[in-house]
């Protein structure tokens, strides 16, 4: 069964910085690309960030480029976030999701349970 | 980079009833669409991806239908379990790879 468990969430002042972490089984990791999506309170869902299996490609939005990091350990099948210059508006849950395929297309299958970030004085 | 606009916001429908949630892309996306399910508190699921396949362990009553820019995700026969929001998402140009705003499915 595959598994995704985010951890590293919680409150930052704005303008600080948190790494948030995934950890994955059940599947040969290397082989997958890995996201960030992320919901504002009561709001709908926002891609965040994918890294390639084989880290060589990674992607951002608009709105997290060059304060957002993207990385993973395949030895250690992780996936990591690192954010920085945090904002009121990065408020959310930020959950880890697998590319579904193998192929070309990116959708998200299965997703983690989310780990909760508060950017707030 | 493609918006995606559902309709409507929220659908009242009675347990039994079908339900009928629309999703619209701002230019073609082949078929190359999925849904999601989120119960309060939980993560997304899966539901159907290249528009029509139903993801594994997916119940027959949901299904999906729609190429280019017009898609529709049917409920034929709603459960207490299926009460939830449903986000579509398409994934033919990305990134980013971008999602609707949601319908919320509530008990009528």
């Known amino acids: 069964e595959v598994q995704l468990v985010e951890s590293g969430g919680g409150l930052v002042q704005p303008g600080g910085s948190l790494r948030l972490s995934c950890a994955a089984s059940?599947?040969?990791?290397?082989?997958?690309?890995m996201n960030w999506v992320r919901q504002a309170p009561g709001k709908g869902l926002e891609w965040v960030s994918t890294?390639?299996?084989?880290?060589?490609?990674?992607y951002y939005a608009d709105s997290v480029k060059g304060r957002f990091t993207i990385s993973r350990d395949n030895s250690k099948n992780t996936v990591s976030l690192q954010m920085n210059s945090l904002r009121a508006e990065d408020t959310a849950v930020y959950y880890c999701?697998?590319?579904?395929?193998?192929?070309?297309?990116?959708?998200?299958?299965?997703w983690g349970q989310g780990t909760p970030v508060t950017v707030s004085s | 980079e493609i918006v995606m606009t559902q309709s409507p916001a929220t659908l009242s429908v009675s347990p039994g009833e079908r339900a009928t949630l629309s999703c619209r892309a701002s230019?073609?996306?082949?078929?190359?669409l999925a849904w999601y399910q989120q119960k309060p508190g939980q993560a997304p699921r899966l539901l159907i991806y290249?528009?029509?396949t139903r993801a594994t362990d997916i119940p027959a009553r949901f299904s999906g239908s729609g190429s280019g820019t017009e898609f529709t995700l049917t409920i034929s026969s709603l459960q207490s379990e299926d009460f939830a929001v449903y986000y579509c998402?398409?994934?033919?140009?990305?990134?980013?790879?971008?999602f609707g705003q949601g319908t919320k499915v509530e008990i009528k």
């Open positions: 999701a697998k590319k579904a395929s193998g192929g070309a297309y990116n959708w998200f299958d299965p």
């Open positions: 059940g599947f040969t990791f290397s082989n997958y690309a």
């Open positions: 890294i390639s299996g084989n880290t060589v490609s990674t």
């Open positions: 230019q073609s996306v082949d078929s190359n």
């Open positions: 290249d528009a029509s």
């Open positions: 998402q398409q994934y033919n140009k990305g990134p980013p790879w971008t």
